[in-house]
């Protein structure tokens, strides 16, 4: 019995000590700059995008909101944007795998900040936002269109708003119904058969389609959060109060994270992103074709025709330092993926580029155990966390949703 009461006396006396005698926090002054500097009132103005003109036109958002939400810009007039990037689940739709006309091999990525990335997808194969916006348009397995349809639809349903905005539509008159460099045979036949003036008039007008969209998604930004309230009070040396305050539990976690686990690494900024690429043994799935993250996506993105060196981007070159400077080739960039933000991830379930696991407890422990990769080389080290650790740091990443 007295030995039975030691240890609780001891279990009390470590609860206390990640406590003053104050009640705050007993974190050194190391910590607490680790920790303000992830707190969403340090995420800086958003920059212009020098790539599109349009990028902070109001009119240019309400178009690009409207077509997010439209049906139409789909083959079969059933899937738009908004069918993965449902605006009540952070833009995304809490599946494994997204869903549009077909089903795809990865996750919906959440929208909110996404104007902040320097690369898009999962693996990067596009540099701009705008240049984003485009590619599900064609994919047969999103939306399932044609650009050529796509310059149609825009004429024929928003021409008034779209030359508002970027000015005359082209002579669409002989422009093929259907016609894409990425479509069916039917399709691809029909764009080699244009002559490059009427391809580059309808290839204009896609990309100025991408360009409203994108003006729209910089209005996503993310939402303050219990942790954003609990870094501002431990910044400003106020004690936290209400929701505000972290248990004990959340706390080991929050320490964890900037300390022996080593998360904000990769995870760290007001946005706990740093828009990188690593390969952390997160395994594949089965049945879905290969999937060799970044390393293939390099060759992608240079060859878009709507990337930052091609002819539909606004500005000058000085915009396309990404572009220029990017690693092209090496072993860090097999199954390499991007980070994604932690910001609300607690609520959207499954994790990875595949939705590999279920459960935030799952990723902690994938984490935990560092297993190695299939191909190319793994950047984690196993953490040997405890399992009181691992469920702390779980219950940290849950301040991290509103």
């Known amino acids: 019995m007295k030995r039975l009461l030691r240890l609780a006396n001891l279990s009390a006396l470590a609860a ?139 004429k024929d349903r928003f021409g008034e708003r779209y030359e508002r905005i970027f000015g005359p539509l082209p002579d669409l008159s002989t422009v093929p119904a259907n016609a894409s460099p990425l479509g069916t045979e039917a399709e691809k036949a029909a764009w080699n058969a244009m ?24 209005s996503i930004e993310p939402g303050q959060t219990r942790f954003d309230r609990f870094a501002i009070d431990l910044a400003t040396g106020t004690k936290p109060q209400g929701d505000a305050a972290f248990s004990p539990e959340e706390i080991l976690g929050l320490k964890l994270f900037i300390g022996k686990a080593n998360c904000v690494t990769c995870h760290n900024g007001p946005r706990f992103t740093d828009s990188s690429f690593h ?37 000058d070159e000085s915009a396309c330092r990404e572009l220029r ?7 860090q960039l097999v199954r390499a993926y991007k980070t994604p933000s932690l910001r609300g991830a607690a609520t959207r379930a499954p994790y990875m580029h595949a939705g590999q696991f279920s459960t935030l407890d799952e990723v902690v422990a994938h984490y935990s155990k560092a297993a190695p990769s299939v191909e190319g080389v793994s950047e984690i ?22």
């Not at 926090?25 to 349009?54: G, R, V």
């Not at 040997?384 to 702390?392: F, G, T, V, Y």
Request: charged share 25%; proline share 7%; net charge neutral.
């Open 195 to 218: 002559p490059a003036r009427q391809a580059e008039d309808v290839n204009r007008v896609f990309a100025n389609i991408g360009k409203a969209i994108a003006a729209f998604e910089r």
């Open 16 to 154: 206390l000590a990640w406590l003053g005698g104050c009640g705050e926090p007993e974190l050194s002054d190391a910590e607490k700059k680790a920790i303000a500097s992830l707190a969403l009132n340090t995420l800086p103005a958003l920059k212009a995008d020098m790539t599109n003109q349009y990028a902070d036109v109001p009119a240019a958002a309400a178009l690009g909101s409207t077509l997010f939400f439209d049906v139409g810009m789909s083959r079969d007039g059933t899937v738009s944007c908004s069918t993965c990037h449902k605006i009540d689940r952070q833009f995304q739709d809490n599946l494994p795998r997204a869903v549009g006309v077909g089903h795809t091999n990865r996750r919906t990525m959440p929208l909110a900040g996404v104007a902040r990335d320097p690369w898009f997808f999962w693996d990067g194969r596009r540099d701009s936002l705008w240049a984003q916006a485009l590619t599900p348009l064609e994919n047969p397995l999103e939306q399932a269109g044609n650009r050529a349809a796509f310059a149609h639809y825009i």
């Open 381 to 402: 080290h196993p953490l040997e966390l405890s399992d009181r650790e691992r469920a702390a740091l779980v219950a940290f990443l849950k301040t991290l949703s509103e």
């Open 279 to 315: 390969n952390t043994g997160v395994p594949p799935v089965k049945d879905l074709p290969p999937d060799r993250g970044r390393v293939d996506a390099v060759a992608q993105v240079q060859a878009d025709p709507f990337n930052c060196f091609g002819k539909f981007r606004d500005g």
């Open 325 to 331: 400077f990017m690693v092209k080739d090496g072993q």
